[in-house]
């Protein structure tokens, strides 16, 4: 069975809003917890995955079950996310990202679980976040079950394939570069350094089921926040959406900064249908909390 890649609204959804009093005033009384999604990335040049120019109307990401089932797949996957992370790793921080960290360092959040495998929370200075999917800058073995960083696979995929630069037509949230099979021709695929086995980039393929003990910190996280913030997050898989229906069945606000309608709108307190730099930066300011650059 495919997972589920798309969603549409079975019902009347509540509109968006541009008021942002609701998100500052949970951010005064503290104890936030922020889920953020692909949407909050966009800004640093990674598109996301459903909104306007998406990725899923030109691509389909790799599913666990075909990146293990099949050495073809693996090798598009990895000849494709080979360059591809050449420009996913330039990524910088943008003010999304700066806003969220600034809320940390002034103590308003209880945490931060992000969707997203790009690492730009840490980069703009978040604490403690939490890698629901997993992260581009590390590999395991399917087989030993050692870690790597990316960097050395990088070198590592250079030296097999000198003279590899295609030119792709996008990159996508997953750092997977678009290329034709003919651009993939013969491209190497290296295995692991330490017993020979597949390698597999340290994030959550769609049809992959995130790590229980992961799930359950999340879980904590949420029954320990007085709200819950989503940033950026169609929250059209479980993964995501979960969390808000927990929130919202325990009584605790839900707010949403997005600028489409999400799978969670029906729990929200309110979204925010308003780009998220400028969203966050603006609601940093009526709280007077500076936002590095």
Known sequence: MRPTLSWTPAEDLPPGTTDLEPVADALTTGGVLVLSGAGISTESGIPD????????SRHTPMTYQDFTADAQARRRYWARSHLGWRTFGRARPNAGHRAVAAFGR????????????????????????????????????????SFSPRRELARRLEEANPGFEPVAAGINPDGDADLTDDQVGDFRVVPCAVCGGVLKPDVVFFGEAVPPRRVEHCRELVREAASLLVLGSSLTVMSGLRFVRQAAQAGKPVLIVNRDPTRGDRHALTRVALPLGTALTTVAGRLDIPVDD
């Open 49 to 56: 995955y459903r909104g306007e120019g998406g990725s899923l």
């Open 106 to 145: 002034h103590g308003l959040l209880s945490g931060v679980i992000t969707q997203n495998v790009d690492g730009l929370h840490q980069a703009a200075g978040s604490e403690g976040v939490v890698e629901l999917h997993g992260s581009l800058d590390r590999v395991v073995c399917l087989s030993c079950g």
